[in-house]
């Protein structure tokens, strides 16, 4: 069982960059893939990035470019680093643990943490 917490949301501007941080508890952190998704009022939760245990990344279109997704497993940490964002990347921000694959699909994910905001004003 693996336990998440995200830090690191806040309100920015438009052009500007942000960094979010997924602290996961547990020892077998390194075996797990993991996913960054993020939901908006009145939307479905959607994929956002994913990093495997050998680090192999994959990212959704629409951030391709301006996020990077890395871990640490030596720290347990999940990242996002977010850069040249935008008012359509505000929303909640949810990192997930998968024990199988670095998938796109949310109920492939058996843990996530409780989110965090992030706002981006134009």
């Known amino acids: 069982q693996v336990q998440l917490v995200e830090s690191g949301g806040g309100l920015v501007q438009a052009g500007d960059s942000l960094s979010l941080s997924c602290a996961a508890s547990g020892r077998t952190f390194s075996r797990y893939a993991m996913g960054w998704f993020r939901q908006a009022p009145g939307k479905e939760r959607e994929f956002v990035a994913a990093i495997n245990w050998s680090h192999n990344t994959y990212y959704t279109d629409f951030v391709k470019g301006r996020f990077t997704i890395s871990r640490d497993n030596a720290k347990n940490t999940l990242y996002l680093q977010m850069n040249s964002l935008k008012p359509e990347d505000t929303a909640v921000y949810y990192c997930?643990?998968?024990?199988?694959?670095?998938?796109?699909?949310?109920?492939?994910?058996?843990?996530w943490g409780q989110g965090t905001q992030v706002t981006v004003s134009s």
């Open positions: 997930a643990a998968n024990q199988w694959i670095a998938s796109r699909t949310p109920s492939d994910y058996g843990y």
